[in-house]
């Protein structure tokens, strides 16, 4: 048997979350003295309402070590050859995440029994690979073929998203492409592109949010119309339903995926993106060229 645990990043809805079987680790948000655990004991809207109010992003932290010990050890007590653990973490680049649960592992003397995966992305960038793993769990395939096939599969997520405010990023510190844009130019919307891990700024877009999600959208066509046909994330921070289903009628529109999730950003994602962000996640076929920030 392999388990899939996953960090709370990947914005997986509680639907696929239990249609996979998969375990989720949470991270930490801290609003000044106070601490919560991604998904379980605050909100994004309340994080909105906190963040405003007192003009700061509130700060985000890897698990801890106890937390990812408790919840591999459950599956450590059953035969060895049956109790393989597939964790997949945020970009390595963007939190600790992935090391936590190394170090865990450790702890646990499993590591031979873990494999823990920098999916060099994030939100449902790695919820793309979490889902893929699954299938092949499901059919199968042992922790080492899973692994391998996932890491080849990586540099293929295309992950992406428009927001509508640079304040977040630009106070959370997390895209520092944004800085030059921040102050002169508030008024913009930029893409922010996820490659090798990190996250950067591509194309700048104005005008009013519904208008500029759907020319994003449209921008996306030409990767889109080369995407695996299994299936797209269309996850957001808290947009309004007309925008979303704009979103999923255009991509209906296309005749290619045979599954469209829509999925609402957790607290670690929405706390530096901000209300209003989009994006459009989906896995690249293998025979296509890579794009990078620049398309």
Not at 123 to 147: M, N, P, R
Not at 197 to 203: E, I, L, N, R, T
Not at 221 to 239: M, Y
Not at 277 to 286: A, D, P, Q, Y
């Amino acid at each position: 048997m392999i388990k899939i645990i996953a960090d709370s990043t990947c914005d997986l809805s509680q639907e696929l979350i239990q249609r996979y079987g998969i375990a989720i680790l949470p991270l930490y948000i801290h609003t000044g003295d106070q601490e919560y655990k991604d998904g379980e004991s605050i909100t994004p809207d309340q994080l909105y309402i906190w963040s405003d109010e007192h003009q700061q992003t509130p700060k985000t932290a890897a698990p801890s070590i106890e937390d990812a010990i408790h919840i591999m050890e459950p599956y450590t007590k059953g035969k060895p050859e049956e109790s393989d653990i597939l964790f997949f973490a945020i970009s390595e680049d963007m939190s600790a995440s992935a090391n936590v649960a190394r170090m865990a592992a450790e702890e646990l003397e499993w590591s031979e029994h873990v494999s823990v995966i920098d999916s060099q992305s994030l939100s449902t960038g790695i919820g793309l690979q979490i889902i893929h793993a699954a299938v092949l769990a499901e059919q199968g395939k042992t922790l080492s073929e899973i692994t391998q096939e996932i890491l080849a599969l990586r540099p293929r997520v295309r992950a992406s998203f428009v927001v509508d405010t640079l304040v977040y990023l630009h106070r959370g510190g997390r895209c520092s492409a944004t800085a030059a844009l921040f102050g002169t130019m508030l008024k913009l919307k930029p893409k922010i592109v996820v490659v090798d891990g990190k996250m950067d700024a591509a194309k700048k877009y104005r005008g009013k949010l519904n208008k500029v999600i759907i020319d994003y959208v449209k921008d996306l066509e030409p990767q889109l119309l080369h995407a695996c046909e299994d299936r797209v994330f269309i996850t957001h921070s808290g947009c309004d339903q007309e925008i979303i289903d704009t979103v999923k009628k255009y991509l209906e529109g296309l005749h290619i995926f045979r599954e469209i999730l829509i999925t609402r950003a957790g607290c670690v994602v929405s706390s530096h993106c901000g209300p209003g962000t989009l994006g459009v996640l989906f896995i690249e076929k293998e025979s296509e060229t890579h794009f990078t920030k620049k398309d």
